[in-house]
């Protein structure tokens, strides 16, 4: 079985902090994605990376950035949290960009 | 752009009962059609697919038919269980493209 692992299920941030959500993926994955699930907006699309340090903004990349040195991780970075950004992460990867193997999410709440 | 408009919920049926999540989409051409679901707790996972109009997408009991004249593809099951407690995502994508998804459709089910 594919396993997208994050690496923090919950974290409490202050405004200013900088935060890195890490994830790892054991599936020689090629394609790599971040996304932010809100209530009644449904997935939106932070970054992506289809090779080792290669990166694509996604929907809404604003505030964020993402780091790929080795294949099977994906970082995802904020460098001043703020309170607008207190949300469900998700990562995920992919062979294909159709099915998607996601993780079980990275809640951050920025105080 | 592509979008996804899926029903709001929750959606809350006893046990045994027929679930219909509505599901209709604005895209150019043919895209591909998805429902992925989210079990509490963890990420999201294909539920099932439909890749041209007319095909019928079928997993564990789930039905959806991808509908070119509505632009829908709305996701069935003929009696629904505890078990199938869920956020329920429908997504589409054109080759080579991210999916987009909806905003998820939250399904309880009581005994």
């Known amino acids: 079985d594919v396993k997208v692992t994050q690496s923090s299920r919950y974290l409490v941030k202050r405004t200013g902090e900088k935060v890195f959500l890490e994830c790892v993926q054991d599936m020689d994955h090629e394609n790599m994605f971040w996304y932010r699930q809100d209530p009644g907006l449904g997935l939106r699309l932070i970054y992506f990376?289809?090779?080792?340090?290669?990166?694509e903004k996604g929907d809404i990349p604003e505030g964020y950035s993402v780091s790929r040195e080795k294949k099977e991780r994906f970082s995802l970075i904020l460098e001043s949290a703020s309170t607008n950004q207190t949300s469900m992460y998700l990562c995920?990867?992919?062979?294909?960009?159709?099915?998607?193997?996601f993780g079980e999410g990275s809640r951050l709440t920025v105080l | 752009g592509d979008s996804v408009t899926q029903m709001e919920g929750p959606v809350t049926l006893s046990e045994e009962a027929f679930l219909t999540i509505n599901c209709t989409y604005t895209?150019?051409?043919?895209?591909?059609l998805f429902w992925y679901v989210q079990y509490p707790g963890e990420g999201l996972q294909l539920l099932l697919k439909?890749?041209?109009?007319?095909d019928k997408g079928s997993n564990k009991g789930f039905e959806a038919t991808y509908r070119k004249e509505t632009t829908s593809f709305h996701l069935e099951k003929g009696s629904v269980q505890v078990s199938d407690s869920a956020v329920y995502f429908c997504?589409?994508?054109?080759?080579?493209?991210?999916?987009?998804f909806g905003g998820g459709t939250r399904l309880m089910v009581k005994p």
């Open positions: 439909a890749t041209k109009a007319d």
């Open positions: 990376s289809y090779d080792v340090k290669m990166k």
């Open positions: 997504a589409l994508n054109h080759a080579g493209n991210m999916l987009t």
């Open positions: 895209a150019t051409g043919y895209p591909s």
């Open positions: 995920a990867s992919s062979f294909s960009v159709r099915e998607l193997f």
